[in-house]
């Protein structure tokens, strides 16, 4: 159902967030030829687990995605990213999609599983882009189906959906 609305934006959204390969090619090698910065007031790397710990203030920046955080844990396989943590008071990400328009989102825990390519938002979520959003205390993204879900056990809470016609009635655009 979300995938046939405009919620495939969040797929350039939340790859970027994850600093895995976005959907399409260009986008892909736009993200992959930007650095990847990550400040914080701290930091703690074990080479034995390939767990680094990023707290206090943590700021990821790529190209034009950008990740805001209390702390950050990053934990690789074989050299590559398998998770990626970040949780907050809340933990936000933004960034701007190929079209020019913003996208955000925002939870008490962002965890991404690169070798599921899922996303998931824990505790007070919201995903919007567009004006179009989605808000609840579990949301679920599945990044190679486009599939969205939230709500159910555990999450506490109703799920939250706005979406925005595509088309608003002339007498709307004159407000």
């Given amino acids: 159902m979300f995938r046939d609305w405009r919620w495939r934006g969040f797929g350039w959204l939340l790859a970027l967030l994850a600093i895995v390969p976005a959907i399409s090619s260009q986008a892909r090698e736009t993200a992959d030829a930007a650095p990847i910065k990550i400040l914080a007031d701290k930091v703690e790397v074990d080479p034995n687990t390939n767990v680094s710990v990023y707290s206090g203030h943590v700021e990821l920046t790529q190209g034009v995605m950008r990740l805001t955080a209390d702390s950050l844990t990053v934990s690789l396989k074989d050299g590559q990213l398998d998770k990626l943590v970040a949780s907050g008071s809340p933990a936000r990400f933004k960034t701007v999609l190929e079209d020019g328009r913003p996208a955000v989102g925002e939870a008490r825990e962002i965890e991404f599983l690169a070798l599921r390519q899922r996303l998931l938002l824990k505790g007070d979520g919201k995903l919007e882009e567009g004006g179009n959003s989605v808000a609840n205390d579990r949301i679920v993204f599945n990044l190679e189906t486009g599939n969205l879900s939230a709500g159910g056990e555990p ?14 009635p002339a007498s709307e655009q004159s407000r």
Avoid at 155 to 168: D, F, M, S, Y
């Fill in 155 to 168: 999450a506490k809470g109703r799920v939250e959906v706005t979406i925005l016609p595509a088309n608003p």
